[in-house]
């Protein structure tokens, strides 16, 4: 059953470099856009637990692209190690200014480490005012603090984890700091991000741990003879 995501408050905030310019965005999501987790102590179904109760926090990064449209040719919530990320597929654009943003501290919302002074954030290397796809990549904290940590992780996953893909948006325009005012990327219309799911990934056995199980099991087998 779905969990809602919970914190223990903001993560030590990322250097965010000059903002002007560049197009910002703002999660802004509701209730019913909530980000959740399919397992795992982060809350009860349906409930969101003070954030005192977490044992978990998770950060995200925010991709988007101006060509495509799907990623790899799939448009999907992609849960744990059941599809391809992002990071991993061609024409999409890391867009998370410093490298990575945390949750805040209400449950199942993203918020950036370093908001603009408008509470935006800026979406790197993406100008205001032009078009682009986004979707939006959630894990847990214990994985790591980069997309590159992620992308290690899913080739290695040493510890329990939760990691998600949200859908891809409509085309959405980034408002300028400054300027015009940030967009929005979660919501119940079509061009907007819905609430999205992280999976459990499992860590994966040591080769040595392996080992020791099948030499446990075999000796079981011979002393079962044995008797």
Same mark, same amino acid.
């Given at each position: 059953?779905?969990? $809602?995501?919970?914190?223990?408050?903001?993560?030590?905030a990322v250097a965010v470099g000059s903002? *002007?310019? &560049?197009?910002? $965005?703002?999660?802004? /999501?509701t209730g019913g856009t909530r980000i959740s987790t399919n397992s795992g102590p982060q809350g009860v179904s349906g409930v969101g637990l003070v954030a005192g109760n977490s044992t978990q926090t998770f950060y995200y990064a925010l991709f988007y692209s101006?060509? &495509?449209?799907?990623?790899? +040719? #799939?448009?999907?919530? $992609?849960? @744990?190690? /059941?599809g391809v990320y992002a990071f991993s597929a061609s024409g999409w654009n890391?867009? %998370?200014? @410093?490298?990575? *943003?945390?949750?805040?501290?209400?449950a199942g919302r993203f918020q950036p480490s370093a908001p603009n002074t408008d509470g935006s954030?800026? #979406? /790197?290397?993406?100008a205001g005012g032009t078009s682009a796809q986004f979707v939006i990549i959630g894990w847990s904290s214990n994985i790591g603090t980069t997309v590159?940590?992620?992308?290690? *992780?899913? &080739?290695?996953?040493? #510890? /329990?984890?939760?990691?998600?893909?949200?859908?891809?948006? @409509?085309? $959405?325009?980034?408002? %300028?700091? +400054?300027?015009?005012s940030a967009a929005g990327l979660l919501g119940a219309a079509p061009a907007f991000i819905p609430g999205f799911v992280l999976g459990e990934v499992l860590a994966t056995p040591e080769p040595g741990t392996l080992a020791l199980c099948a030499l446990g099991g075999a000796s079981m087998l011979l002393f079962r003879r044995k008797k």
């Open positions: 059953m779905k969990k $809602i995501l919970l914190t223990i408050g903001l993560l030590t903002s *002007y310019g &560049q197009g910002t $965005i703002v999660f802004g /999501n101006t060509t &495509q449209t799907t990623v790899a +040719g #799939v448009n999907a919530n $992609i849960e @744990g190690t /059941n890391d867009g %998370t200014t @410093g490298g990575a *943003y945390s949750t805040n501290s209400a954030a800026s #979406v /790197n290397g993406l590159g940590a992620l992308a290690a *992780y899913l &080739q290695n996953p040493t #510890v /329990n984890g939760w990691i998600g893909e949200s859908l891809v948006s @409509g085309p $959405i325009a980034p408002g %300028t700091l +400054g300027a015009t």
